[in-house]
């Protein structure tokens, strides 16, 4: 799922080649990633994209108006920048993985993605990204906060620490694979609880945030969009590294699954050199 570091570099590079082109037309061809329907979505036609930004990990395109496209890309959504489309017909709905188009008037534009069967992808047309409701109950910006503001967001959700960070009530912007290797950088068991972490404890969670994001924002600014995903996955010590020798202290990397997800971690560490028990209702390490 693209985080915090790879929406930022996506609007950076939409502010980059879009900026200044006006929208030809807005194609939707999976009809469920459309969320809204007023304006209709040829209301885009004709604007001019203005800015491109983010909340937490919805990116968010504008147009001249106070007209937003707001996108959550979910697990396996992307966006694919194109230098030039084919005159060719317009998207039938339903078919491949494009999910929605926005033709530029210079021939270029970007194709909304989504692999796999599980659609959620999420688009929104709207005036306002207030309107969205995921935009709407946003926490503040994992790097917006300081670390006064950062201890008070984390301590005011007791819980396991991996859930309570990646909870964007909490903190805007971090997900499965930031938690993961924030929480190595801190030195922190993924099912600490938030209620039991000291003071040094907490700041180093808050220096370690602050590390891993402003590390992978700086990797991943400047990359095409077709170049994020390598560069995020050239950025990681721990998650989806299960089985290889933490680069750190050389322990190997295990995994916890779940149902629908999986987290990964380094012992030697993070727990003491304890491993985690693989199974969800287990009485876990803390």
């Not at 989504?114 to 659609?119: L, P, R």
Request: proline share 5%; with cysteine; glycine share 10%.
């Amino acid at each position: 799922m693209p985080e915090l570091p790879e929406v930022e570099a996506l609007a950076g590079y939409l502010r980059q080649r879009a900026v200044g082109r006006r929208v030809d037309r807005l194609e939707v061809a999976a009809i469920s990633a459309l969320k809204t329907y007023d304006p209709a979505p040829g209301a885009a036609a004709g604007r001019t994209v203005v800015d491109a930004g983010r909340h937490g990990k919805f990116l968010d395109v504008r147009l001249d108006g106070d007209l937003h496209l707001v996108v959550h890309l979910a697990r396996a959504g992307w966006l694919h920048y194109r230098e030039g489309f084919s005159a060719a017909a317009p998207l039938r709905p339903g078919k491949g993985p494009i999910a929605l188009r926005v033709r530029l008037d210079d021939g270029s534009g970007f194709d909304l993605t989504e692999a796999g069967t599980q659609k959620n992808l999420a688009a929104y047309l709207v005036t306002d990204p207030a309107a969205v409701p995921g935009v709407a109950r946003l926490g503040p910006d994992a790097l917006a906060v300081d670390q006064v503001a950062f201890a008070e967001r984390i301590r005011s959700r007791r819980g396991q620490i991996k859930g309570v960070l990646t909870d964007q009530q909490v903190l805007a912007g971090i997900g499965n694979a930031y938690s993961d290797e924030i929480l190595h950088a801190a030195r922190l068991s993924p099912f600490a609880l938030t209620d039991r972490l000291t003071d040094d404890q907490v700041a180093a969670l808050y220096g370690a945030t602050r590390q891993v994001l402003l590390d992978a924002v700086q990797r991943s600014l400047g990359q095409r969009a077709a170049e994020l995903k390598a560069e995020k996955r050239s950025g990681l010590r721990v998650h989806a590294r299960t089985g290889l020798p933490c680069p750190v202290c050389g322990d190997t990397v295990r995994e916890v699954s779940f149902s629908d997800s999986s987290l990964q971690y380094c012992p030697g560490c993070q727990t003491g050199g304890r491993p985690l028990a693989d199974r969800r209702l287990s009485k876990l390490v803390r």
